[in-house]
């Protein structure tokens, strides 16, 4: 089955689509082949809830959401549900899909902090799993003319975001660096309609 989802352009969107009352034209489309299923939206915001009509060929779906800031999040799982079908929890390839509004980017885990300070110890290369879709990765070299390391950080596939620095001093110096700089790079990383 295809499966159909909302791009990062689409999301900022409707992030400030949520807040007017109008219609609106979008499209989903599949991962591998990019094939395109387009829906309207009509949008109709109140002072304490809004209501959406989303139109899907000869189908109509309304929902209501109350006024927060993960709404448009929300809109956007109901409307991917409206195109694949409901979530089904005995299927993995739905299991690997988490909902929009159930994303939390950028967490930097105790487990994941205490890798990170091995690390810095014995240098070599490791991949965190922060919440995207693809891990972050560290890459520390010790130099053994002085006490430091030169770091390596990187997120993304076709264009990714980097972080090449090299810091010298105590392991806990050293540590604390590499881990402003790993939050740094989930912060940029993380796209735009989450961080608002």
């Known amino acids: 089955m295809k499966k159909y989802k909302i791009d990062n352009r689409t ?3 409707l992030h400030a689509q949520v807040n007017l009352t109008e219609t609106f034209n979008h499209v989903l489309r599949t991962a591998p082949k990019r094939e395109c299923l387009a829906f309207r939206l009509k949008a109709e915001r109140g002072t304490t809830q809004s209501t959406f009509v989303i139109e899907l060929g000869s189908e109509r779906h309304t929902l209501t959401l ?17 195109a694949n079908g409901p979530f089904d929890a005995s299927n993995s390839s739905d299991l690997m ?33 922060m919440g995207f ?13 002085r006490s430091g390391v030169t770091a390596i950080l990187s997120i993304g596939n076709k264009s ?4 090449c620095f090299t810091v010298c001093g105590s392991n806990a110096e050293i540590y604390g660096k590499v881990c402003e700089s790993i939050n740094h790079l989930a912060a940029v990383a993380t796209p735009a ?4």
């Not at 990714?160 to 972080?163: L, S, V």
């Not at 309609?193 to 608002?196: D, K, R, T, V």
Request: aromatic share 6%.
């Open 97 to 129: 899909h988490r909902p929009h509004a159930d994303r939390q980017y950028g967490c930097f885990e105790v487990q994941d902090k205490q890798r990170v300070f091995e690390l810095v110890y014995t240098g070599g290369v490791l991949s965190l799993d």
């Open 66 to 82: 109350q006024n927060d800031k993960k709404m448009h999040l929300k809109l956007a799982d109901f409307i991917e549900e409206v």
């Open 160 to 163: 990714p975001h980097t972080r």
């Open 193 to 196: 309609a989450h961080a608002a």
């Open 133 to 145: 879709e693809l891990p972050l990765h560290v890459a520390l070299h010790r130099t053994h003319t």
């Open 11 to 13: 999301l900022q969107l």
